[in-house]
C-alpha cells in the first residue's frame, strides 16, 4: 500500500469510507524496553562524557626480617569516551485527514506510534552492539540516515575479543567462550560449561582474581539458543544431566534467561554477571534526555498538524569483562 507524506486522504481513504466499520491501528500497544537487562542505563547531563580507571594494588607479600616493605602504583585504565545524539522522528497530516478520517475514527492515538516507533529504533541500534559482537566497527542502517558506529572498548577490541588488552601490559584476557581447546561453541551443556569457566579466567587489571559470577544469558528469542537454553535449564532444575541417558549429579549454577527478540542471529549467545553491571564494567547507555513527545504544531500556511518526538543518548562500552560471547559456530 502506498503512503504519503504529509498523511493525507489520498493515503488511507478507508477511513472516510462509512462503509467500514472497523478500522484500527495494527501496532502492539505495549512494547518492553529489552536493552535494561543487559545494558547499565545511566542519566548524563554533559554532552561528552568520558571515563577512565585506576587498576587495584599488587603489593602485600610476606616480609622477611628487616626486609623492606615493598610498594606499588596502581596502573591507569582506558578511557572511553561517550557523545550525545539526537534521534528523532515526526508524523505529518493535513487538516482534513485530521479532522474527517482520524479524529471522526477515534484514531488519535496514532501519535503514540511516535513513542513505540522511538522504543523499537533504540532496541535495534543497541542490540546490534551484540549482533557484531566480533566487529570494531559496523554501518547501522537502522533509520531513514545510516551511520558508522565505533564498536570497541577501551583497549580497541571488539567486545568478543582474545586480545582485550590488560592495563598491566600482562597476558591479554579473552571473553571468547571456550573450554580450552574448541572456541566460539555452541549453546549446549558443554557450551555452558564453557561459558562458566571462560568467565573465571578472566583476569583484572594487574592479573587478580575477579570471580565472574555469570547470571543472565543472552540470545534471540526463539531461536535454538533459547529453546536449548530452557531444556537445560528445566533438566537442571530436575537435576538431571543435559543431553545423556544417565542420571549423573549436574552443575548447580542456574540462570536467567535474556530472549531478546532484536538480536538477529539464531546461533550467537552470551552470558554476563549482572552484579557488575555498572559504569565500570559492561554495556553502556548514557543517557541525556529520554524520550519526550513535543507539543503538537499547527502550520499557520497550511494548516498541516506535525507531531514530533526525540532523545539523546549515547551508547557503547570501556571494560566488557562482565560478559563472554560466542558466534556459536563450534560444537
Not at 493525507?8 to 477511513?15: K, M, V
Not at 550525545?84 to 488519535?108: C, D, H, N, V
Not at 547501522?140 to 545510516?146: L, Q, V, W
Request: hydrophobic share 35%.
Amino acid at each position: 500500500m502506498a503512503t504519503n507524506v504529509p498523511f493525507d486522504l489520498d493515503a488511507a481513504s478507508d477511513l472516510t469510507d462509512l462503509s467500514i466499520q472497523k478500522i484500527w491501528i495494527k501496532s502492539k500497544a505495549d512494547l518492553k524496553e529489552y536493552h535494561k537487562e543487559y545494558y547499565y542505563v545511566e542519566p548524563v547531563t554533559d554532552y561528552i562524557v568520558k571515563d577512565s580507571s585506576i587498576t587495584a594494588l599488587d603489593s602485600f607479600s610476606k616480609i622477611p626480617e628487616n626486609a623492606v616493605i615493598p610498594a606499588s602504583s596502581p596502573y591507569q585504565g582506558f578511557s572511553k569516551t561517550y557523545t550525545q545524539s539526537f534521534f528523532s522522528g515526526m508524523l505529518r497530516i493535513t487538516r482534513p485527514m485530521w479532522r474527517y478520517g482520524l479524529k471522526a475514527r477515534k484514531l488519535e492515538g496514532i501519535v503514540t506510534e511516535l513513542r513505540n516507533d522511538a522504543i523499537r529504533f533504540k532496541e535495534t541500534v543497541l542490540a546490534n552492539v551484540f549482533n557484531n559482537m566480533a566487529s570494531t566497527s559496523y554501518q547501522e542502517t537502522t533509520g531513514r540516515y545510516a551511520y558508522t558506529v565505533t564498536n570497541s572498548g577501551g583497549d580497541g577490541a571488539a567486545p568478543k575479543s582474545t586480545a582485550h588488552t590488560r592495563e598491566d601490559g600482562g597476558t591479554n584476557w579473552n571473553n571468547q567462550i571456550t573450554d580450552g581447546t574448541t572456541v566460539n561453541m555452541d549453546f549446549d551443556y558443554d557450551g555452558l560449561k564453557a561459558a562458566y569457566k571462560t568467565a573465571q579466567a578472566i583476569k583484572g587489571g594487574i592479573g587478580e582474581t575477579l570471580d565472574i559470577n555469570l547470571s543472565h544469558l543472552l540470545c534471540k528469542k526463539e531461536s535454538s539458543v533459547h529453546h536449548r537454553a530452557q531444556e537445560i535449564l528445566n533438566g537442571l532444575k530436575r537435576g538431571e544431566q543435559p543431553g545423556t541417558a544417565n542420571r549423573e549429579s549436574v552443575i548447580e549454577n542456574r540462570y536467567i534467561i535474556t530472549a531478546n527478540p532484536y538480536f538477529s542471529n539464531d546461533a550467537y549467545w552470551g552470558m554476563i554477571d549482572t552484579s557488575m553491571n555498572s559504569d565500570k564494567f559492561g554495556l553502556q547507555v548514557k543517557e541525556g534526555m529520554a524520550l519526550v513527545l513535543d507539543p503538537q504544531f499547527i502550520d499557520y500556511d497550511t494548516k498541516e498538524i506535525k507531531y514530533s518526538a526525540g532523545m539523546d543518548f549515547a551508547y557503547g562500552f570501556n571494560d566488557v569483562r562482565n560478559l563472554v560471547l560466542s558466534d556459536g559456530t563450534n560444537g
